[in-house]
Every structure is written in structure tokens, then in C-alpha cells.
């Protein structure tokens, strides 16, 4: 089992490529932490989770604020003592349309869950994982080529990188590997939301043609890409930015 006796957060796993990541690290021997606002959502996948006789706590917050960051921390704390794992996985996709058309209370909610929301969890799960010198901490970013129309989004993601980055650094002396992954293109509600918005940011015909080339995944599929990052078999890579697209990336996973 690769993460037997690891608690490990999981931000936005209520559905999609949260809740495969639960299931995945559940399966392999790790007590979970679950995070979304939807409280349904996330219970449904705990007791998911308690069916297969695995350990699952549910915690309804909005991690884009900090006192709601604070008390998931807590709530972890109590029910497990400890935590090895942060999984920054809960995102949105904010307003789609022309930059000229955003407003500044969109521009910043965006940022605001998708990057500050990580920059919170970071910093409140630290204290442990540097009382510990050890953990890992695996962000959800997306691609770094632009998407016209869905610019807060993509600047907020690709801010995760970036912060990935710095942590990295910053944590080296504590054994605590932080890495950001791509994990493709998903059929997810996410891009439910993205394709219904028309051919403003990504149409059907290029949905179309993604499912053709292969390169429509299911969450279950980069679920496996954040499994291996918070395993032993990753502690050497720190830093990095990997994409569940990358031939070498897909190869790694399948031989680890
Ligand atoms: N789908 C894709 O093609 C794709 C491509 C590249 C990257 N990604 C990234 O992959 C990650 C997972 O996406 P997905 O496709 O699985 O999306 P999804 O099905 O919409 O799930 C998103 C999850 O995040 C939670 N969430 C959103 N805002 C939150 C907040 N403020 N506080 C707490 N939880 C919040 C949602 O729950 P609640 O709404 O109940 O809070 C939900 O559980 C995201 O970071 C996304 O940006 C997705």
C-alpha cells in the first residue's frame, strides 16, 4: 500500500478529480480529509469511502477564506493527529469572456479560489508538516498555453505554478516535496460549465476533437499522476511542474 498510515487532505472532493483522487489514495491505505462547500457532495463521498472500510472525514468549508482554511486544519488535527499530504485540487473557472468585460469582484474571486485558496491551505498545514520534516503538497494547475476568454483563470493557475515553485524551495530543508500537475483535459463538471459557455473558451467541436485524439480523460485517469506524487516513489521530484499529456510523465506513473 503506498500511502498505508498517511492523512492526507484533499481540497474540492466532492466530485470529479477530487474524489477520484480520494478513492485512489483510499485505496491505497490513507486516512482522507475531504473538502468542498457542497456538504452533501463531500459526505456522499465519504460514506463512498467508509463502504470500502476506509477512514473519511467531510469538512464543508470554502477554502478561499482563511478562518474556514483554519478550522479544516483543526478538524483534521482532531479526528487524526496529524497530517502528511495536501492535495490543492478545489477550483472554479470563473467568468468566461473578453478582459474587457471582467469585473474586479470576478477578477478576484477567481484569484481568490483558485491560487489564494492554495496559498492558505499551504501555509496552514506547514506547522505540521515542518514539526515533521516531511510531507507533500500537490497542486492543481492546468495548462501554460493561453485560453482567450478565460483569463483569471489561467493567470490564477498559472500563479499555482509559480507558487509551487517558491515553496519548493523554501521547504527543501524540510523533506517536504511540492509539485504542480496538469492533469489534461477532463469530462468533468468543470468543463460541462466550460463547453456550454459556446466556442467562446473551448466549443464542442474541439471537445469533439480532444475525445477523438484520445486526449479526453477521465478524472480517474490524472487521479493516478497526484497518487504518485504524494508516494514515496516521488520523493526525489520537488519543484516540478508534470502534465498527465506527457508521454514520459504517463510512462513514469505506469512503472512506479
Ligand atoms: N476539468 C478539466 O478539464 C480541468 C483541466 C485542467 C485543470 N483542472 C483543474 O482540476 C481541478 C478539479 O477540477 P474538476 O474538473 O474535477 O472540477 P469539478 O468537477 O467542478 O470539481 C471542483 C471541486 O472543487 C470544489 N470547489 C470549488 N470551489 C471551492 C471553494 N471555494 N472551496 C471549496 N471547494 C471548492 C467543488 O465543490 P463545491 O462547488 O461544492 O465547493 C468541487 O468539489 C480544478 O482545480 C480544475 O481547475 C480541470
Known amino acids: 500500500m503506498k500511502l498505508q498510515g ?18 485512489a489514495f483510499a485505496r491505497e ?17 465519504a460514506e463512498e469511502l467508509r463502504a470500502l472500510r476506509k477512514e473519511a472525514v467531510a469538512v464543508a468549508v470554502d477554502v478561499s477564506r482563511e478562518a474556514e482554511v483554519n478550522r479544516l486544519v483543526q478538524r483534521a488535527l482532531d479526528a487524526y493527529g496529524t497530517i502528511d499530504i495536501l492535495v490543492n485540487n478545489a477550483g472554479s473557472r470563473g467568468p ?9 469582484a470576478d477578477w478576484e474571486e477567481t484569484l481568490r479560489v483558485n491560487l489564494t485558496s492554495a496559498f492558505l491551505c499551504a501555509k496552514a498545514v506547514l506547522p505540521t508538516l515542518m514539526g515533521k520534516k516531511q510531507g507533500k503538497i ?15 483563470y489561467m493567470v490564477a493557475k498559472a500563479g499555482m505554478v509559480q507558487f509551487t515553485k517558491q515553496l ?5 530543508d524540510f523533506h517536504i516535496q511540492v509539485n504542480a500537475v496538469h492533469p489534461g483535459v477532463m469530462d468533468t463538471r468543470m468543463q460541462e460549465e466550460i463547453r456550454s459557455a459556446g466556442p467562446k ?21 490524472p487521479a493516478r499522476l497526484i497518487l ?7 520523493d526525489g521530484i520537488n519543484g516540478e511542474y508534470l502534465s498527465f499529456d506527457d508521454k514520459e510523465v504517463k510512462f513514469l506513473i505506469a512503472h512506479a
Request: proline letters at 5%; hydrophobic letters at 40%; glycine letters at 8%.
Open 228 to 234: 504518485y506524487l504524494a508516494s514515496a516513489a516521488a
Open 138 to 152: 500537490i497542486n492543481v494547475a492546468t495548462t501554460l498555453n493561453p485560453r482567450p476568454n478565460l483569463t483569471p
Open 6 to 23: 498517511k492523512t492526507a487532505i484533499i481540497t474540492g472532493a466532492g466530485r470529479g478529480l477530487g474524489r477520484c483522487t480520494a478513492l
Open 29 to 45: 491505505g490513507a486516512k482522507l480529509v475531504l473538502a468542498a462547500r457542497s456538504a452533501e457532495e463531500i459526505e456522499h463521498v
Open 201 to 221: 473558451a473551448i466549443g464542442t467541436d474541439m471537445f469533439d476533437r480532444l475525445k477523438e485524439e484520445g486526449m479526453l480523460h477521465t478524472p480517474a485517469e
Open 96 to 104: 468566461i469572456g473578453p478582459i474587457q468585460e471582467i469585473s474586479l
Open 168 to 172: 519548493s524551495r523554501e521547504l527543501k
